[in-house]
């Protein structure tokens, strides 16, 4: 993934960094100065929207371990993220359990559903694959479903979820959620960046490349397969179970077939198998719908679209979808890389040799 | 009896809908998850030409439909699926979701995503004694279903074009290399698979309601093309036939809420059992 000249890396750990490029040591460390600063300016507005696209990256990145690095399309995230939700709601409502307890367990479950749901997808490659996560996301939501309407008699409309406090801090307004959203999208980053540079992470792009190759270089494949599935599921729950706080209810219609393909959209138009690719695939797909928004508000009030926006912010997303699949399948990130290539070699066109990317 | 009835005619909707998504399979190897949207557009679009000149009656809206759908298909495969030829199979797949969500946009956008009847073949033939009414468009949907699949059958038997088409479906290097011409075999599939869309969705629109939900027609028709095997059409028709029968039966006897979940149980279980469909044909490692 690194795009330095292979020419100019002595050593395996050069090749290994977590920061390649000079560039990015120092452009990463002004970023997260400058995100920790940007509560001051005081718009809870942009925390509101900062705030939902951390849930969006913790999601995405799970996702794009699954599908963009170990290649095995997946429209089931939704149900893990409602998994997530629904054992946060009834840890936390029902059994009483704290916060700091309940995320946790979450993800516990959401591992273990991705293990099970794991072991019959290894038989499934591509798109069969992409349509029996599809049928299990029903299958699952049905289930949360009934839960919800047969169990919980009271809640028809939902499950509520109270705030969550911290050591006794209540945790109430944006300003609260940013800086803890923003540490566990932060971690989930850096974790993806971790195990994607560790021989897990480099088994899954062997098994995408081409699995059969893997399988003769000694690769246990199913194990592997297995295990992205467990992290991505892991990571989807902490989405959820995070999201269900947040938005304090959960609902099993609010997980539809649409959220799934709206994260696999951020996975394609960040990037498939670069997890600071995601991040800002997720970053564009939460605020594309918001800049829709914007932009119907600037019409002249005539042509004022109403309700009728929803359609044009739905549709926005598939128009992308398909530009970025038409024009630039590698997604935002390359157009980055692109950038950033321009500008580290200028005055000179193009760069030396590239290594694999 | 109405059971049957009922059965009979909710899957031959779904098998119409299957063979679209059938054909497409066959020709291109793209899975299109857009086939509930484009039906459900088509039915409206129906409706609304319907409703433009409603003194012609049924032909100038069926004209509209017609070359709507064709024009559609055509437009879909020389715009968008030709340049994904060669690409993995998910990237298509990936734009026909796109597609699917646009189209599920032109639904909001245009028709302000409301509930409409299509005002057709409503007429009670026969009042079942156990309640329930036998109505026209029961009868007509039978009827064209029938036609379609005896047609394709037909098509494909004796046809060139037909046998040519099979061909591209099998290899498509060699057929071109024996001067079919791929490029007409795939907008002609596409346009098929839209028009058999457009007939499911008009069917479908006239005897319940078309409404934003009702795309969830297109994941039944994939249901049921999957559990016939993705590139059969005798499978699309069986494959209708038992997911209705599932969905039909859940919902009247068992939860009207698990008949949204059964076909999709069903199709795991077949998945599990049959990765290939029932009547599907075992494929290159690469393409599962």
Aim: proline share 4%; aromatic share 12%; net charge positive.
């Amino acid at each position: 993934m690194s795009p330095v000249s292979p020419f100019l890396q002595r050593s395996h750990a050069e090749r290994n960094r977590l920061l390649p490029e000079p560039y990015q040591r120092v452009l990463i460390p002004l970023l997260v100065v400058a995100l920790l600063a940007l509560p001051m300016l005081g718009n809870s507005y942009l925390i509101y929207l900062l705030n939902l696209t951390c849930l969006a990256v913790i999601g995405a990145v799970g996702l794009n371990l699954l599908t963009g690095y170990c290649g095995q399309v997946s429209l089931g995230h939704a149900s893990f993220m409602a998994i997530g939700g629904f054992v946060t709601a009834i840890a936390g409502e029902t059994f009483g359990l704290p916060f700091w307890l309940a995320v946790p367990a979450s993800c516990l479950v959401g591992a273990a559903v991705g293990f099970l749901v794991g072991i019959p997808a290894l038989r499934f490659r591509g798109i069969y694959l992409a349509i029996a996560t599809l049928a299990m996301h029903y299958a699952i939501i049905y289930l949360l479903t009934s839960y919800q309407t047969h169990f919980e008699a009271s809640a028809t409309a939902g499950i509520s979820v109270s705030s969550p406090s911290l050591a006794g801090y209540v945790l109430s307004d944006g300003y609260d959620w940013y800086y803890l959203l923003l540490a566990v999208a932060a971690a989930t980053v850096l974790f993806g960046l971790n195990l994607t540079r560790t021989h897990c992470g480099r088994a899954w792009v062997a098994i995408r490349d081409r699995d059969i190759s893997a399988a003769t270089l000694g690769i246990n494949v199913p194990a592997y397969k297995l295990r992205a599935f467990v992290v991505s599921a892991a990571l989807a729950a902490l989405a959820g179970s995070l999201g269900a706080y947040f938005h304090g209810i959960v609902t099993a219609e609010g997980y539809t077939l649409e959220l799934a393909i709206l994260y696999l959209a951020m996975v394609i138009i960040g990037g498939m198998g670069s997890v600071a690719g995601t991040v800002l695939g997720a970053a564009f797909m939460t605020l594309l719908p918001f800049a829709v928004d914007a932009v119907g508000g600037l019409l002249p009030s005539a042509w004022r679209l109403g309700t009728v926006i929803y359609g044009f912010q739905e549709g926005a997303i598939g128009v992308v979808i398909i530009l970025f699949l038409l024009f630039e399948p590698r997604g935002l990130i390359e157009i980055f890389r692109r950038l950033a290539d321009y500008f580290q070699r200028w005055p000179f066109r193009y760069r030396e040799l590239q290594s694999g990317g | 009896m109405e059971i049957l009835v009922s059965i009979a005619v909710l899957g031959m909707t779904y098998a119409l809908v299957a063979a679209g998504i059938v054909l497409v399979y066959k020709a291109s190897r793209v899975v299109n998850f857009a086939h509930g949207e484009i039906a459900i557009v088509c039915g409206y679009l129906f409706y609304s030409a319907g409703r433009l000149w409603p003194a012609e009656g049924f032909f100038p809206a069926f004209a509209t439909t017609l070359l709507f759908s064709l024009a559609c298909g055509v437009v879909i495969y020389l715009v968008l699926m030709r340049r994904l030829l060669g690409e993995p199979t998910f990237v298509a797949a990936m734009v026909t979701i796109a597609l699917a969500i646009i189209f599920k946009a032109a639904i909001v956008v245009v028709w302000r995503s409301s509930n409409l009847g299509i005002p057709m073949g409503r007429q009670i033939l026969l009042l079942y004694p156990d309640g329930g009414a036998l109505r026209l468009i029961d009868l007509v949907t039978l009827a064209t279903g029938a036609l379609c699949f005896i047609g394709l059958g037909v098509f494909f038997r004796y046809a060139r074009l037909g046998r040519q088409f099979r061909g591209a479906a099998e290899n498509a290097l060699l057929a071109s290399q024996r001067q079919v011409d791929i490029n007409l075999i795939l907008s002609l599939a596409w346009a098929a698979a839209v028009f058999a869309a457009a007939i499911a969705g008009v069917l479908f629109g006239s005897r319940s309601m078309l409404s934003p939900q009702s795309t969830i027609l297109g994941l039944s028709g994939l249901t049921a093309a999957m559990v016939g095997g993705l590139d059969s059409l005798r499978g699309a028709l069986l494959g209708g036939f038992l997911v209705a029968g599932a969905i039909y039966l859940t919902a009247r006897l068992i939860d009207p809420a698990l008949s949204e979940a059964v076909p999709f149980i069903i199709l795991l279980a077949v998945m599990a059992w049959k990765p290939w469909g029932l009547f599907g044909t075992r494929e290159e490692l690469d393409r599962v």
